[in-house]
């Protein structure tokens, strides 16, 4: 029995080992073709990233650390706006923008609600057609998942592949679920809110912060009848605008009509964002923004990590319905519930 | 030797025995002055809740406790706006209006910065000699602390006691600092921001989404010279208030020109907060909210605990500059740093 034992024992550490070196052969390969500009290198690392078993998960991080030298070499461009504003045109149109400008564009997309609906709307190729043939166009569907953080992450993650690859362009997307704006906003350079004229804000769904966040708001549609409604909307959120605190980017937020289904009104957003750019890398907000936003995701992680730990503790979750109890009927106060759970979970 | 350490022991027992059912005798008493409007006691009482010694705490607590019941049956009015803007002035103004209308008046400050500045100028009594006078008003000077968190627990606390009090009105007044506006926000029914008509909100210092979270924004000092230049600003304020989403309150805010020095406009003020609370009264928002706001310092209170946990602990403290520097310099990324940070808090 020994030496077959032994035997078996070394055979599991050689194949542990062996297992070891494919990995790391792995994730070098597709660092290196990633790092070329190949695309179903890129699609790869983004799904071993996006995957939820354990194995791809570690490669994946192996592929991120290797291509962190090769990253932060684009802009990345939050784009919202309700279902029904003309998202997916308005990408196809400044999108080809870009390309015709010589920029290679990455398109991704945050929708935390994917996991309930069931397979996302957004990045979805078929919405895109010009873009999805273009050879200069990398579109990837929304990361799915059950959480905010978790889909941050991964969106996060795969614009440093997508940079790695080349892209100098990288196009953000959301629905404005929960709090995915906000998400979005923390990962950009730019944020850009799309608006229809006429329809309130009630109307559109949009939630409060937003304008305050954007730096560009862009009443799409502005064409045929609408394009009366567009230009009063267009002076109308201008005035407001001028009337926010001032930015630290320093930046004043412009307001711009367009019609992406009619191609107008594309060339002058880009100039605009162009200009933006300028504006700070020359004040050196663009490298400040970074740094803040990396500290912010640094500080988001450990905190959804600290709350999930807290949260998924079963005393916890035994005494917090008791407690909100007898805190919503004055029995307690919000404080001394608080002490109460953080006593529970010790 | 034994008979005297016995003795030692059980004299020992009997003083805590003894200091026990003194500090039940010191809360007990305090409660019922309290709740008969005693404002000696309502002073103590906040005292020992603000005191940093564990015994006066134990007690504070105890009395919280049983001023609860009492609590709840109060509008309780955040007011916010730079310094210069005249709030003492308001406060004098629109307080001396509620106590002639019947109601009894408590005025309470955040502050976080007065631990910096070594004493608050909010809250001074001095600053509102006709209130400090009126013995309908209880004016409170803020609290200290060095956290936000500290200090906004403090103030919600007193806000309860002044309730059990039988205080109707209570005005909760911050300069600004930090998130300070956020957390009065968060602990009021109404919020009101005062503003110069004229200068830019750079000028005035006040910070982006504040002005999304008024319910009401009021133009001060709106008399002579000022007063074109303050109805300019308020059709201006009332047109850009319009194209901000809607509140979940449905209420739609509204912006009104006020003189606190001549006592202009000051009636209105107030009418204007009564129809508020008519509607959420009658819509359910005020109580939903309320309720909202417990939670959320629940929470609040909950997750400040486990980061001041964390980022006590003496091995993140000494990994987290290094972890900074590689994630600045592009040699990890976010997620993988807190990664980092969480194994070595374990």
Same mark, same amino acid.
């Given at each position: 029995m020994k030496p077959k034992k032994t035997k078996h024992i070394h055979s599991a550490s050689a194949e542990k080992i062996i297992a070891k070196r494919k990995k790391i052969l792995q994730a070098e390969d597709l660092i290196s073709k990633i790092s070329n500009g190949n695309t179903t290198a890129l699609s790869q690392a983004i799904t071993l990233i996006e995957s939820t078993a354990v194995k791809h998960q570690q490669v994946g991080q192996v592929?991120?650390?290797?291509?962190?030298?090769?990253?932060?070499?684009s802009v990345r461009i939050g784009i919202t706006g309700v279902p029904g504003v003309g998202k997916s045109t308005f990408i196809e149109a400044l999108g080809t923008?870009?390309?015709?400008?010589?920029?290679?564009?990455?398109?991704?997309?945050?929708?935390p609600s994917s996991s309930i609906s069931h397979g996302s709307i957004l990045g979805d190729k078929t919405r895109m057609e010009q873009? !999805?043939?273009?050879?200069?166009? @990398? /579109?990837?569907?929304?990361?799915? #998942?059950? &959480?905010?953080?978790? *889909?941050?992450?991964?969106?996060?993650?795969?614009?440093?592949?997508?940079?790695? !690859?080349?892209?100098?362009?990288? @196009? /953000?997307?959301?629905?404005?679920? #929960?709090? &995915?704006?906000?998400? *979005?906003?923390?990962m950009t350079d730019f944020f850009l809110l799309l608006k229809l004229a006429g329809a309130g804000d009630e109307l559109q769904g949009i939630k409060r912060g937003i304008i305050e966040m954007a730096d560009a708001l862009i009443i799409n549609k502005a064409d045929g009848e609408n394009l009366a409604a567009a230009k009063k909307a267009k002076t109308a959120f201008a005035k407001a605008l001028h009337l926010f605190p001032a930015k630290a980017s320093k930046w004043q937020p412009r307001v711009a009509l367009c019609s992406a289904l009619e191609n107008q009104g594309i060339t002058s957003i880009w100039e605009l964002i162009e200009e933006y750019l300028n504006l700070v890398k020359s004040n050196e907000f663009f490298a400040e923004n970074r740094k803040n936003q990396n500290k912010y995701w640094l500080q988001t992680s450990i905190e959804n990590a600290l709350k999930d730990d807290f949260y998924g503790n079963a005393e916890v979750q035994n005494q917090l319905p008791k407690l909100l109890g007898d805190l919503n009927s004055g029995k307690i106060t919000a404080f001394q519930a608080a002490q109460e759970l953080l006593k529970k979970a010790k």
């Open positions: 592929i991120l650390k290797g291509c962190l030298p090769y990253s932060g070499n923008h870009c390309i015709n400008k010589g920029k290679k564009l990455a398109v991704l997309a945050i929708d873009l !999805a043939t273009n050879p200069k166009a @990398f /579109i990837r569907p929304s990361a799915a #998942g059950d &959480s905010l953080g978790g *889909v941050a992450r991964k969106t996060r993650e795969a614009i440093i592949l997508c940079e790695a !690859a080349g892209y100098e362009v990288i @196009f /953000i997307e959301t629905v404005g679920v #929960g709090q &995915s704006e906000t998400a *979005v906003h923390n």
